[in-house]
């Protein structure tokens, strides 16, 4: 009997439909993506991880550090006039980067000294010196030449009525010449308290006078003191050991219960409500669905374990919190002291230092540690996301102010 042709060619038709049919039902259940030549290519060229299941783990190479593109010695020299200008440092580091960088900028327009700021908790009472988190020799050093610093407010300034002024996150030079400094002439002494009326932290269009300034400060001054750099450093060496299948590297990832919940991440049954951020079983299903495999180990912003953590764990069982890797000797100073100001510096430079970064809350916490990631040729800055499907690499979610270059950072460094 004669074989119809048409009937060969839908068999084929049909046999093929199947077999695509069962490799989409297989790519959904999280499954890694394949990844084509060309997403090969831009994932390397962004220095990111590409992963195949069953396959080891690629971790790409950082960066190069950037060099800073700014000149201390350029900077005109400091005519010293009458006049302090105090302040405090609020909210946890990725503030305290912005808030010293703004008093920094005022003092030096306005040629006064600077005193050393306190350091305030969330709690009434709760004060710390500067010393006690950052290194004051460091500090004072790198802005020498750039802005007089003393250690205390003296004491004749201390019964005078300090002028408090607001200032604008990023000030500019030209609100300091009209808001700030006709105070200061009057009052000669002017404390500061910075306001945040945006938390991004990208590039403005033209270069100004302050900038020099500013990015002198934002990535020269501050760096945790001796004990507090030891813990940091201890922790990742722990985070280290405990990633032998990926070559000692990790992924960090800002994920904060109390922020979560304020910002309704929590609601719907896991459900996304807010673009703002994202929650465990979200950042769980977001890195599954771009290559990271169970192995891979995790660490999160989160101090001590919460139950909500449960659904991320399931995606990665090593995942860790600070309570499970700190040393021991330093859990009563670093986690149970009665304040957050040390875990959240802890969580800031172990975000810089990580392999992989993954801010699932938008802010300033996110924008800071980008540009010191930036600044150290650590590109890896991934921005979660829901994945219809899974044909997406991790190339595709690489934060903007990366793939864009539109971070401040950038105009720093070269």
């Given at each position: 009997m004669a074989i119809d042709p048409r009937q060969v060619l839908a068999g084929v038709l049909t046999v093929t439909m199947f077999v695509m049919l069962g490799h989409m039902i297989k790519r959904e259940h999280f499954d890694s993506v394949q990844p084509?030549?060309?997403?090969?290519?831009?994932?390397?060229?962004?220095?990111?991880v590409s992963a195949t299941k069953g396959s080891d783990r690629t971790w790409k190479k950082d960066g190069l550090t950037l060099k800073p593109c700014w000149n201390k010695q350029m900077l005109e020299d400091v005519v010293e006039v009458q006049g302090y200008v105090t302040f405090s440092l609020t909210n946890g580091p990725e503030y305290h980067v912005s808030q010293i960088t703004d008093a920094v900028v005022v003092a030096r327009h306005l040629r006064a000294t600077l005193v050393l700021p306190d350091i305030r908790g969330s709690k009434p009472g709760d004060k710390r010196n500067f010393e006690d988190i950052y290194d004051v020799g460091k500090f004072i050093t790198s802005l020498d030449g750039v802005v007089k610093v003393v250690k205390t407010q003296p004491s004749d300034v201390l019964s005078l009525n300090l002028a408090v002024v607001r200032v604008p996150n990023r000030v500019t030079e030209n609100h300091i010449a009209e808001n700030i400094e006709p105070i200061f002439r009057t009052?000669?002494?002017?404390?500061?308290?910075?306001?945040?009326?945006?938390?991004?932290?990208?590039?403005?269009?033209?270069?100004?006078?302050?900038?020099?300034?500013?990015?002198?400060?934002?990535?020269?001054?501050?760096?945790?003191?001796?004990?507090?750099?030891?813990?940091v450093n201890s922790m990742i060496d722990r985070l280290r050991t405990l990633s032998r299948k990926s070559n000692g590297q990790f992924v960090a990832v800002d994920l904060r219960v109390n922020i979560l919940e304020k910002n309704s991440c929590h609601k719907n049954g896991g459900a996304l409500v807010s673009k703002s951020c994202y929650n465990p079983q979200e950042v769980g299903l977001f890195l599954r669905k771009i290559g990271f495999n169970k192995d891979t180990t995790v660490y999160v912003t989160q101090s001590r374990w919460d139950s909500s953590l449960d659904a991320l764990k399931e995606f990665f069982p090593k995942t860790y919190t600070k309570e499970a890797i700190m040393p021991m000797d330093k859990?009563?100073?670093?986690?149970?002291?009665?304040?957050?100001?040390?875990?959240?510096?802890?969580d800031f430079y172990i975000s810089s230092e990580s392999d992989i970064f993954v801010p699932a809350i938008s802010g300033l916490f996110y924008a800071n540690v980008a540009g010191k990631r930036i600044a150290s040729g650590r590109n890896q800055i991934l921005?979660?996301?829901?994945?219809?499907?899974?044909?997406?690499?991790s190339a595709d979610f690489i934060s903007h102010y990366v793939s864009k270059k539109n971070h401040f950072a950038y105009s720093c460094f070269c």
């Open positions: 084509t030549v060309h997403e090969t290519r831009r994932a390397s060229e962004h220095g990111l009052k000669g002494n002017l404390r500061l308290v910075t306001y945040f009326p945006s938390v991004n932290m990208k590039k403005k269009g033209e270069k100004t006078k302050t900038d020099s300034t500013a990015c002198l400060v934002m990535f020269s001054t501050l760096e945790p003191q001796t004990e507090v750099l030891e813990v859990k009563d100073k670093f986690l149970n002291s009665g304040t957050s100001e040390f875990e959240k510096v802890i921005v979660p996301a829901n994945i219809p499907g899974s044909s997406a690499t």
